[in-house]
């Protein structure tokens, strides 16, 4: 619970970090209803994810919560919780200068901590690199060592982590298409399988519709995609289910 607690209390207090230190700032809640899950108490799941990510003088951070609520027979198990905090630290700016090579832009030193219910707590620690792609409006692409540090957890290994988004113009709004994907590719535990993990989301920017440009990219309606190919590194258990979303940002 005190994890949970810090995890939030860094989103609804972006402002925690000194003014002059802060560049940007979002916050978000996502709402989500889908079906088919594998390897949870219930096939169909309702949940809500808070999102923060900010620029700060020496880097960024990203991290969310998500809360889960499981539908029908659930086993006795009415909800769940998950979550990461990220952070990322910019030789760009650190040293002050414009990092570029062909198309990479930056390179940091790039941390996240997964915490949850659950044997799932993990330290990842690697190379962060930015680039910038035509179409794209970002492209990440995070190497990380994983640790596992609470006992049960035998995810130890590597880790490939690509973040993107593209904006489509449609009428008069857009539509959004963003995620991102995990791939544990080696792992050290024989047990414990490589995964792949794709978490797409395709979304209408209903607010800019229905608002005008001054409120674009606040209110979105769409769907959200889960490819997870040996979820939980378990070999052969392979989850394919959509959600419908709506995602509001402050």
């Given at each position: 619970m005190?994890?949970t607690?810090?995890c939030l209390a860094?989103m609804?207090?972006p402002q925690?970090?000194?003014d002059?230190?802060?560049?940007?700032?979002?916050?978000?809640?996502?709402?989500?209803y889908?079906d088919d899950?594998k390897?949870?108490?219930?096939?169909?799941?309702?949940?809500?994810?808070?999102?923060t990510a900010?620029?700060?003088q020496?880097?960024?951070?990203?991290?969310?919560?998500?809360?889960?609520?499981?539908?029908?027979?659930?086993?006795?198990q009415?909800?769940?919780?998950?979550g990461?905090?990220?952070t990322?630290?910019?030789?760009?700016?650190?040293l002050?200068?414009?990092i570029?090579?062909?198309?990479?832009?930056?390179a940091?030193l790039?941390?996240?901590?997964e915490?949850?219910e659950?044997?799932?707590?993990?330290?990842?620690?690697?190379?962060?690199?930015?680039?910038?792609?035509?179409?794209?409006n970002?492209?990440?692409?995070?190497?990380?060592r994983?640790?596992?540090?609470?006992?049960?957890?035998?995810?130890?290994?590597w880790q490939?982590?690509?973040?993107f988004?593209?904006?489509f113009?449609?009428?008069?709004?857009?539509?959004?298409?963003?995620?991102?994907?995990?791939?544990?590719f080696?792992?050290?535990d024989?047990?414990?399988?490589?995964?792949?993990h794709f978490?797409p989301q395709?979304k209408y920017d209903l607010?800019?519709l229905?608002?005008?440009?001054h409120?674009q990219?606040?209110?979105?309606v769409g769907?959200e995609?889960?490819l997870w190919?040996?979820k939980?590194?378990v070999?052969?258990?392979?989850?394919h289910t959509?959600?419908v979303?709506a995602?509001?940002?402050f």
């Amino acid at each position: 619970m005190k994890k949970t607690a810090l995890c939030l209390a860094l989103m609804l207090s972006p402002q925690a970090f000194a003014d002059n230190l802060v560049q940007w700032t979002d916050f978000s809640i996502t709402g989500l209803y889908g079906d088919d899950y594998k390897l949870a108490p219930s096939d169909e799941q309702t949940g809500f994810t808070l999102e923060t990510a900010g620029g700060w003088q020496y880097g960024d951070w990203f991290a969310f919560q998500d809360l889960i609520y499981f539908d029908g027979n659930n086993g006795g198990q009415d909800s769940s919780t998950y979550g990461e905090l990220s952070t990322r630290f910019s030789a760009g700016k650190i040293l002050g200068e414009n990092i570029t090579w062909g198309a990479i832009t930056d390179a940091s030193l790039a941390l996240t901590y997964e915490e949850g219910e659950g044997p799932v707590n993990s330290l990842l620690y690697g190379l962060g690199l930015d680039f910038a792609l035509p179409y794209f409006n970002y492209f990440s692409l995070n190497t990380y060592r994983r640790e596992a540090l609470s006992s049960g957890n035998h995810s130890d290994g590597w880790q490939f982590t690509p973040v993107f988004r593209i904006d489509f113009p449609l009428g008069d709004s857009k539509l959004v298409l963003d995620g991102f994907a995990d791939w544990v590719f080696a792992t050290d535990d024989d047990g414990y399988h490589s995964n792949f993990h794709f978490n797409p989301q395709l979304k209408y920017d209903l607010g800019q519709l229905i608002f005008g440009g001054h409120k674009q990219d606040k209110l979105f309606v769409g769907i959200e995609y889960d490819l997870w190919q040996n979820k939980y590194g378990v070999k052969g258990v392979d989850q394919h289910t959509y959600s419908v979303i709506a995602k509001y940002h402050f």
